[in-house]
């Protein structure tokens, strides 16, 4: 947008604005055009004018010297130009459209592109030289995206939630309270960076070993698609949800799924389990073996019956051959699973065959409940439970 139409939006004079874009605070490319990041650049320079006692030429300066109290600083202030796309594909050795796709893939606009993004596609380059597929990358790509963008998402939205919402419904001057946020965003960043590194390195641990396993449960199994591995496959879905939500509240209602996950996911590192993924009001859970999921959901559910404001949670467990794509599980045993928790009721963990022979054969009492025609399904179903006394 142009100088005249940004101060209308910020509410800032035309002169204070070309002021700002003269000491390279605003448009550091100079292309006379300003946009959603110089909103975010005006709202930093904002608070160090106003809390921390500079003036315009010592914020400048402080930009200069890479001293601008930001998470994000160094990113907002840079002065460097924009990676021309077909440079940086050639430097990668991509057609453009296969790079433009990588992009779209990573949620990261092609305009924004600079010198040092070149480390990105160094990336993008040894995974195809060490002989990954084009649809690997690209699923890489996506995961990676989807998830550092929840990450930031979640990093912003929390200390506007719980710091900036929550301090001016108590009534804290506005002043008070962007300096506690700029305070925390300042520490903030500095230690997120160090954390997901340490924590990527755990789950590459975490995955390997799941790997090794899958390689000795895979010896001697031929003709199956890529990706195929034995797992067990639990979906826990809270019931009455919606009612919930209606009667109760929004806010009372995600309270309730707050609990339940923290539950959920306690029990899961115990068991060997894992949250693959939230669908709407419930979770996907995988486990390498039967009886864990069996065990697991019966300990949530056990202790979440032991609380009168939690509402009850249905269980569907069926083991079998998944394809395992970028993360996610696919195939007719996850459809099996997401078919077996609707015919649940509440308080009630329903599990397929091979799940109650494995739980049986553990000392398990199951019992069958009996005979289901689902949808998708070609075959009646026997359905079987966790027998009670």
Known sequence: MSPDEFAELVGASTEEIERYRSHGLLDPDGDGQLDDLDVLRMHVIGHQLQQGGHDLE?????????RVGAM???QLFERSQPLAFDHAAAHVGLEPEQL????AALGFPSTNLRDSDLEILDV???A????LPWDAIVGMTRVLGDSLRRIADTEIRIV????HERLTAEGVPEEEVE???????QNLGPLMEPMIRRLHREYLVEASIEDAFLHLTASGRRGEELGS???????VDIASFTALAETSGDETAVRVLDRIDGVVRRLLVKHDGKLVKHIGDGFMLAFRHPTAAVRCTLAAQAELERDPDMPGIRVGINAGLVLNRTGDYLGSAVNVASRVVNSAMAGQILMTEPVAKAASDEGIPVEEVGVRMMRGVDEPLALYRVRVG
């Open 124 to 126: 993008i380059r040894t």
């Open 128 to 131: 195809r030289d060490a002989g």
């Open 58 to 66: 010592s914020v400048a300066v402080a930009v200069r010297d890479g």
């Open 72 to 74: 994000f600083g160094e």
């Open 160 to 163: 506007h939630t719980y710091i």
């Open 229 to 235: 591995i034995e797992t067990t496959i639990a979906f």
């Open 179 to 185: 300096q506690q946020i700029f305070g925390i965003e």
């Open 100 to 103: 433009g796709q990588l992009l």
